[in-house]
């Protein structure tokens, strides 16, 4: 029976209604619950680091600000992160066009499929 993999401090696996992190130093990921990382807060990180990496290679890296142009009357909460699920993520979703599934989905013929490509690796 295959193992299912395992990541964060916690050691579970990967659960997709959870926010992860991967770790720059490591490449291993985490729950931001578990490491203290909101979901907001990691676009503004350039480098992560975990707790384990950040004793060897130092605390994480926060992205630099570019001060805002003077004289600009822009909108402070641009270049931030829209929460998702929030009133203006769902018009801004609203407002985009997506590919169609035809131009983003490969479609092999069996011809092309080998046993390999349906197994489970080790």
């Known amino acids: 029976m295959a193992s299912v993999p395992v990541y964060c401090l916690c050691r579970l696996p ?3 209604t959870r926010f992860m992190i991967e770790c720059d130093g490591c490449q291993d990921w985490f729950h931001g ?3 203290g990382v909101e979901e907001e807060a990691a676009a503004e990180i350039d480098l992560y680091h975990c707790p384990q990496c950040a004793v ?3 605390p994480s890296v ?6 805002a142009p003077k004289g600009a009357a822009g909108d ?12 203006q993520f769902v018009r801004e979703l609203r407002g985009r066009t997506f590919p169609s599934a035809d131009e983003v989905l490969l479609k ?15």
């Open 14 to 16: 990967y659960d997709v």
């Open 33 to 35: 619950s578990c490491v």
């Open 56 to 58: 060897l290679r130092g």
């Open 62 to 67: 926060m992205k630099r600000r570019r001060a």
């Open 76 to 87: 402070a909460d641009v270049g931030r992160p829209i929460r998702t699920g929030s009133a």
């Open 108 to 122: 092999p013929s069996g011809a092309q499929l080998m046993v390999e490509d349906l197994e489970e690796p080790p």
